[in-house]
């Protein structure tokens, strides 16, 4: 796995939690 890629799935898990908590 590249830096990179790491990079956008660390982002993408970011964006998946915020979209929990605004459900809350």
Same mark, same amino acid.
């Given at each position: 796995?590249? /830096?990179?890629?790491?990079?956008?799935?660390?982002?993408?898990?970011?964006?998946? /939690?915020? @979209? @929990?908590?605004? @459900?809350?």
């Amino acid at each position: 796995v590249s /830096l990179l890629e790491e990079c956008g799935f660390y982002d993408r898990a970011l964006d998946e /939690l915020h @979209k @929990k908590e605004a @459900k809350i």
